[in-house]
């Protein structure tokens, strides 16, 4: 089973996002019993919050349920539990680098590093578009299936 674990500053906006959007892409190639996935932040601010209102509304416009989800904190135990940590910016990589005690087994990196144009995913918490932020999380989690697909890893 692989196990992934999505990481944002919140954990309200797009790694919950991206959580919802691999689960569903997994779900509809049939390889939910190989994946096993998740979501966490970087910081404490939002622990225990409901996903945004914002990211809620999109899954939902899309068909995608994302349940009772509730933000937690990434922990140093989530480095050896997690096969990938995948951040959505340059700031939460270095903030997950900071908790899992740097990334020896380079596990940790962005979403869209798997894209073909690698670059950060905007947070809606302050843009307020929660349409791009969708379209660059559908875009990461398809190209990191891609990858692993390319890889033989499922």
Same mark, same amino acid.
């Not at 096993?36 to 622990?47: K, L, N």
């Not at 380079?106 to 843009?127: E, S």
């Given at each position: 089973?692989?196990?992934?674990?999505?990481?944002?500053?919140?954990?309200?906006?797009?790694?919950?996002?991206?959580?919802?959007?691999?689960?569903?892409?997994?779900?509809?190639?049939?390889?939910?019993?190989?994946?096993?996935?998740?979501?966490?932040?970087?910081?404490? /601010? /939002?622990?225990?919050?409901?996903? #945004?209102?914002?990211?809620?509304?999109?899954?939902?416009?899309?068909?995608?349920?994302?349940?009772? #989800?509730?933000?937690?904190?990434?922990?140093?135990?989530?480095?050896?539990?997690?096969?990938?940590?995948?951040?959505?910016?340059?700031?939460?990589?270095?903030?997950?680098?900071?908790?899992?005690?740097?990334?020896?087994?380079?596990?940790?990196?962005?979403?869209?590093?798997?894209?073909?144009?690698?670059?950060?995913?905007?947070?809606?918490?302050?843009?307020?578009?929660?349409?791009?932020?969708? /379209?660059?999380?559908? /875009?990461?989690?398809?190209?990191?299936?891609?990858?692993?697909?390319?890889?033989?890893?499922?």
């Amino acid at each position: 089973m692989i196990k992934i674990l999505f990481v944002c500053y919140g954990n309200i906006c797009r790694s919950p996002m991206a959580e919802y959007v691999m689960k569903d892409m997994v779900e509809k190639r049939g390889l939910s019993d190989c994946f096993y996935i998740d979501s966490a932040a970087t910081s404490t /601010e /939002e622990i225990g919050n409901r996903v #945004h209102r914002g990211t809620r509304e999109k899954l939902q416009k899309m068909g995608i349920y994302c349940g009772d #989800h509730r933000a937690r904190q990434m922990t140093w135990a989530d480095y050896g539990e997690y096969d990938y940590l995948i951040g959505m910016d340059t700031g939460n990589i270095r903030s997950m680098q900071r908790i899992a005690g740097k990334d020896p087994k380079k596990k940790i990196c962005r979403l869209l590093d798997f894209g073909k144009a690698p670059r950060d995913i905007a947070d809606p918490w302050y843009t307020g578009n929660f349409d791009e932020t969708y /379209e660059d999380v559908k /875009e990461g989690c398809g190209a990191f299936l891609a990858y692993m697909e390319e890889k033989g890893l499922f």
